[in-house]
């Protein structure tokens, strides 16, 4: 369903197992930009009626998984630690065309967005399927859906508001440009690293 050219191995998920404090971290933070990418979208698009509904419903869930990754932070006694950069994230940005109308550059946040989303949900999968924490194991597969159908309404809206970007064409070149960003990833104890 989501494409990836490049699936995660998982022995990844043993990696991320071994420093759980690092990769709930990682994880918290990676929910808050989330919910500032949908504000983001909303504050440039503040037009597009349906999409602003739907940006903020997400930016409101987004919230509330970072308050659940807190909450999990806290009851396991780690320590909720600063914001790290993501490289990963990073390079995806750097693939964003710039420029164009202001149509062309809603459509590459949309697609952007989707990537990361795509990813996270795949990551997710891998650590549901491959970590002994039982609890940790079942919040990530119910966060792997909720992450799909993030993946998902980015991809709809991108189609749906595409005024001379073939949104296919472009999508399947975000799928090639970021098996090669992550094949240098997958040995951190980070979401994407």
């Known amino acids: ?31 808050q930009k989330a919910a500032t990418n949908a504000i983001t979208i909303v504050t440039l698009n ?39 950069a993501d490289d990963y994230v990073k390079e995806l940005y750097k693939f964003m065309r710039k420029g164009g109308t202001r149509n062309d550059q809603l459509i590459e946040r949309l697609l952007f967005a989707a990537m990361i989303e795509a990813r996270s949900c795949e990551r997710f999968k891998v650590l549901s399927e491959n970590i002994k924490d039982e609890e940790l194991a079942k919040f ?24 001379r970007i073939d949104v296919n064409q472009r999508w399947k070149e975000w799928l090639e440009g970021e098996a090669k960003i992550i094949a240098n990833y997958g040995s951190q104890e980070r979401v994407h690293g």
């Open 1 to 31: 369903m989501l494409g990836l050219k490049l699936p995660t191995d998982p022995r990844w998920a043993n990696i991320a197992e071994g420093n759980l404090e690092e990769i709930l971290t990682d994880h918290a933070w990676c929910e």
């Open 46 to 84: 503040s037009e597009l009626d349906d999409l602003v509904v739907d940006m903020l419903a997400l930016a409101k869930e987004e919230i509330t998984h970072f308050e659940q990754v807190h909450a999990l932070i806290k009851k396991r006694g780690y320590t909720f630690g600063r914001e790290r």
């Open 140 to 163: 990530y597969r119910d966060l792997m859906i909720s992450e799909a159908n993030h993946y998902t309404m980015f991809l709809s809206y991108a189609r749906k508001y595409s005024e």
